[in-house]
């Protein structure tokens, strides 16, 4: 599974998808550019499962429904989420938040982190 916020074209390539099984997500809250992405998919990936959202808060709600997923350590990153909207995150199942100004070694340590939180649960 793929999530980015990024310009289409920092996407990885089209060929690093494993398979016509894989979903990639894309949160977004600009209409247009999702619809953009849309029109993209079907025309060059057609086979590919796309699901487009408008917020991490909504891709989170959603992932975490899934009963495959409900045990994924999920980071949230914002540059402007409020105190309430970090709380949302914890509340759906985030284990970690960043600010998207936070320095690489910090990510780093926190992605270890989940991982190993990952592994811990199973």
């Given amino acids: 599974m793929l999530v980015s ?3 289409l074209m920092a996407l990885p390539s089209f060929e690093s998808l494993q398979s016509p099984s894989d979903v990639v997500c894309l949160v977004d809250d600009d209409a247009d550019y999702r619809l953009l ?3 993209v ?20 709600d959603a992932l975490k429904k899934q009963p495959h997923y409900r045990s994924l350590p999920v980071v949230m990153m914002s540059a402007d989420a409020s105190h309430s909207e970090i709380t949302s995150f ?5 284990i970690s938040y960043l600010s998207k ?3 690489v070694n910090r990510l780093k340590d926190t992605l270890l982190l989940a991982c190993q939180h990952a592994n ?3």
Wanted: aromatic share 16%; hydrophobic share 30%; proline share 5%.
């Fill in 101 to 103: 100004q936070a320095d």
């Fill in 5 to 7: 916020k990024q310009p």
């Fill in 37 to 39: 992405v849309e029109i």
């Fill in 120 to 122: 811990k649960r199973g």
């Fill in 90 to 94: 914890y509340e759906a199942g985030a």
């Fill in 41 to 60: 998919f079907k025309r060059y990936m057609p086979s590919y499962s796309l699901r487009l959202f408008t917020s991490g808060q909504n891709f989170l």
